[in-house]
């Protein structure tokens, strides 16, 4: 079975100064994708960033970065430059490739940004 | 270019009312799912659909049952609503097959529902 875990119920950061938001995961399958997701106060879900199990390099999306451990089994999101607007619930999830294609989501972690 | 819809938005039901929740979207998709978000939870996956006229069982299935008989609408249904399944739902899909494989979900903007 899959898991996610998100370690960090909240955390805060100045505005402008950089934030790592940590998941690790525990999959037995080598062929998977971590995916992290961004939920504001107003409720949707947005996706943010993808890092496939192969790729040879971290994943990056404008400010958003995923560091990507594959030994340790951790996808961390790295924010840089904080905004008042990234202020939200971050989830980490995962897929694997293979077998039941059940998507795994972590519980989350609050993030406010202070000005 | 919608992207996934869902309706209704907000819903209040009574214990032992049945309900349908309609998701949509216009993607071409193949893959549909639905979720449940409870306050410390996460999302925890209800059922979900890898193509038209199939369903299987996530990890919460019980007291739901699904259909997909058109690709583009997945729906879910409370046949006789109980307290613990207030809720927020949300829909989501993924995978077009024209444009080559990506995991990457997109999500509805969420029902929240209400059993007294």
């Known amino acids: 079975a899959q898991k996610i875990t998100q370690t960090q119920p909240g955390m805060f950061v100045q505005e402008k100064e950089a934030v790592t938001l940590d998941c690790t995961y525990d999959t037995s399958d080598p062929s998977y994708g971590l995916f992290w997701y961004k939920q504001p106060s107003s409720g949707e879900m947005i996706f943010l960033i993808y890092q496939g199990s192969y790729d040879q390099q971290n994943a990056t999306e404008g400010r958003y970065s995923l560091n990507f451990q594959k030994a340790r089994k951790s996808a961390n999101l790295v924010i840089s430059a904080s905004q008042l607007g990234d202020s939200a619930m971050y989830f980490c999830a995962m897929r694997v490739t293979g077998g039941s294609y059940i998507p795994t989501f972590g519980r989350g972690t609050s993030l406010i940004v202070h000005p | 270019n919608a992207g996934v819809t869902q309706t209704p938005k907000f819903r209040v039901l009574k214990t032992g009312q049945s309900m349908t929740l309609l998701c949509a979207q216009d993607?071409?998709?193949?893959?549909m799912y639905w979720y449940r978000q409870d306050p410390g939870m996460g999302l925890r996956l209800i059922h979900y659909s890898v193509g038209e006229g199939t369903t299987a069982k996530g990890e919460v299935p019980d007291g739901y049952n699904v259909s997909r008989l058109k690709k583009q609408n997945f729906l879910l249904g409370l046949e006789s609503a109980a307290p613990s399944q207030t809720s927020v739902y949300f829909c989501?899909?993924?995978?077009?097959?024209?444009?080559?494989?990506?995991?990457?979900?997109?999500f509805g903007p969420g029902t929240r529902l209400t059993v007294l």
């Open positions: 989501a899909s993924s995978y077009d097959a024209r444009g080559g494989y990506t995991d990457t979900q997109y």
């Open positions: 993607m071409n998709h193949e893959y």
